[in-house]
Each structure stands twice: as structure tokens, then as C-alpha cells.
């Protein structure tokens, strides 16, 4: 897939989502972006997958506690949509 079509595809994505922009500062695991957008964890990855390769994300770490009482970090991501995204409207099929 073309970086640009690529693009017009997460565009076309947001906007099934429903998601104009991502209000996180601290970024978010899997399972909260799953939660967030409504689909299983191996869909939300392969989104989050598709975000990073259009350079959207920043993957971090943050302490939860586990099952067990202990703190555990946990990969997070936050997705920042460039402006440039935002605006411009996915190319008709």
C-alpha cells in the first residue's frame, strides 16, 4: 500500500470511528483504545500499527497495577494526528 493511499485509508477510518481528535495526553494501552473505539485488541493493534507507520504515535510506558497488587508497566500510545490530516478529505474510490 502507497503511503498516501495508506492515509486515506486511516482518514477514512477516523472517520468510521468517529474520532476527531485525540484528547490523551498520556497516551493509552490497547485494551483502552479497544474500549475507546468499540473493536477487539487485534483490530486495535492493527490500527495502532497503521498510525505508527504514518508516523502518528509515540510509544511510552506507564505503571498499572496488576491482578496481583503489583505494579507492572504497560506500553502506551499516543496517537497525534497531524493538522494537515485533520483537514484533508480522503480521496473518493
Known sequence: MSKVADIDYLQAKLVELGIVK?????GMSTHEWGAEWGMDQKNCREM????AQAGWVTV????VKA???RN???????IEVPESA?????RSK
Open 22 to 26: 485525540f484528547v490523551n495526553s498520556e
Open 48 to 51: 495502532i500499527r497503521r498510525f
Open 60 to 63: 511510552g510506558r506507564k505503571t
Open 67 to 69: 491482578l496481583d497488587g
Open 72 to 78: 507492572v508497566k504497560v506500553p502506551v500510545y499516543k
Open 86 to 90: 485533520e483537514t484533508r478529505k480522503p
